[in-house]
């Protein structure tokens, strides 16, 4: 079936692009000089011989940078992103998802390659780039938008959003063990090896996809024609030259209700993501468990993307509630859950708990794409990837703001009390994304979407049926 490879492919895309901008979460312990010396202090502890290669290790770069500096780094990277959303949704609808996803992928590859060379130049520089990377992704969740509009019948939506959306968590599975390996290797050439095997991986994949991918079923020459007919039968007409109904949107509630709950999300990966690794290395782990550590939650976080999505369908399909119901009953899973294990970090001596607290809280995360994006084209399918780019531009504030407000918590005390006051913070924007989302969400066509298969896709939802096997 060619739109489960499409998703697919949406989804490797994903992780390629998220990869080039994650690894500096692992390997800035590397860059800088102070986690960098007291990391080779804990090995030399744990043993009696020489640390091997020690004069090639010395000749890999580090840097001076605060605990400040560091946060400004990192969350540089959502200054960026909250300035593409938005155009990178309308940008996406003129040229196509699969043109706005090369650009996203050759781009952000030539980003992080750049990044070892902007460290040395200046810090400035380094941010300039990150800012740049944030730029260039917003065009990613609106070009995924794009590609599978044409791909997804109704009854298979909430299992091939899933799949498309789920590159982010899985990259992290693949990137922090990998990034660490690299930079603990002076063969491999330290940390700024990892950003050029990121890259290059980015580049080929971007290949891969020009190839193989195409917007529309019937321009693709890799798909039965058996299949083709079956998804023509779900699209309807179209109008490319319909204005965006900008006002309507920008005072639904239902529209909002997904920017919140996306937004509370975000809040709690994109710290968790960025954070993590510091977090771990602030209770006594080191680089290797913390390698380890990291890439248990996303792993997770994937399997549950994948049942919610495959889960819903079936209990939509099968009528045990209907489609609003049930996205309001994962939103309650996806938000009630992890506010609940985020609020009792702090309150256990034993570092494992908190650990598990943490990786709970992260795994049940990946129903965002089942409760909240999945959502969006419920509610219209037509201008599904201007909202998904309003969507993330409300996200990606959080990024920013998540790393200053941290910033301003340890900046006097780096302490354990004072993440687990962060974390409840988080948790705090949970519970009112929650309640905003069950009081507003909506799950059918709006009347500015300009659309008129509402009546058409709810039936097809209850009584559509996969005869032919595609």
């Known amino acids: 079936m060619k739109r489960f490879f499409v998703a697919v492919s949406c989804c490797l895309a994903c992780i390629c692009v998220t990869c080039t901008r994650l690894n500096i979460n692992i390997t800035i312990i590397s860059m800088v000089k102070r986690w960098n010396a007291t990391t080779e202090e804990q090995e030399s502890n744990n043993t009696c011989n020489e640390i091997p290669n020690a004069s090639a290790t010395k000749s890999i770069p580090t840097y001076d940078w605060d605990d400040q500096t560091q946060q400004q780094i990192l969350g540089s990277f959502y200054y960026g992103y909250i300035i593409g959303g938005l155009p990178g949704g309308w940008f996406a609808g003129k040229i196509g998802g699969k043109r706005s996803m090369l650009i996203v992928l050759l781009l952000q590859s030539l980003l992080c390659a750049m990044i070892p060379w902007t460290a040395d130049v200046g810090t400035s520089l380094l941010i300039i780039v990150r800012v740049l990377q944030g730029v260039t992704e917003g065009l990613t969740m609106p070009a995924i938008y794009i590609t599978l509009r044409k791909w997804i019948v109704p009854s298979e939506r909430s299992t091939l959003v899933s799949i498309a959306c789920s590159g982010s968590c899985i990259a992290e599975v693949f990137c922090y063990p990998l990034s660490t390996w690299i930079s603990d290797s002076s063969r491999l050439g330290g940390w700024p090896s990892s950003y050029y095997i990121f890259s290059t991986v980015g580049v080929l994949f971007a290949i891969i996809f020009k190839t193989f991918i195409y917007d529309d079923p019937v321009d693709d020459p890799y798909v039965t024609t058996r299949e083709v007919e079956y998804l023509k039968s779900f699209q309807f007409d179209e109008n490319k030259d319909i204005p965006v109904p900008w006002c309507d949107m ?52 994937f399997a549950v993307t994948l049942l919610s999505g495959v889960a819903a369908d079936v209990i939509i399909r099968r009528e045990y509630m209907n489609v609003l119901n049930t996205r309001k009953f994962f939103m309650i899973s996806h938000m009630g859950i992890p506010a609940l294990c985020l609020c009792c970090i702090g309150f256990f001596e034993n570092h494992a708990i908190e650990v598990i607290l943490l990786t709970v809280a992260f795994a049940f995360g990946g129903i965002y794409a089942t409760s909240t994006l999945t959502n969006i084209m419920e509610i219209s399918k037509e ?35 004072q993440w687990s006051l962060m974390f409840r913070i988080i948790a705090a924007f949970h519970i009112f994304a929650m309640i905003f989302f069950l009081i507003f969400a909506k799950a059918e066509q709006q009347e500015w979407s300009h659309g008129n298969i509402t009546k058409q896709e709810m039936k097809a939802y209850n009584t559509i049926q996969d005869e032919s096997g595609d």
Request: proline residues 5%; aromatic residues 14%; contains cysteine.
């Open 250 to 301: 920008l005072t639904s509630t239902a529209v909002w209700s997904l920017i919140f709950a996306y937004t509370a999300y975000c809040f709690s990966f994109y710290f968790i993501l960025m954070e993590e690794p510091i977090f771990l290395f602030l209770l006594g782990f080191n680089t290797t468990k913390i390698a380890i550590l990291t890439s248990i939650p996303p792993i997770l976080e």
């Open 383 to 417: 201008h599904s990837q201007i909202i998904v780019g309003m969507v993330t531009t409300g996200s990606a504030a959080v990024g920013f703001i998540g790393p200053l407000i941290l910033g301003a918590l340890i900046k006097e005390d780096n302490t354990a009390n």
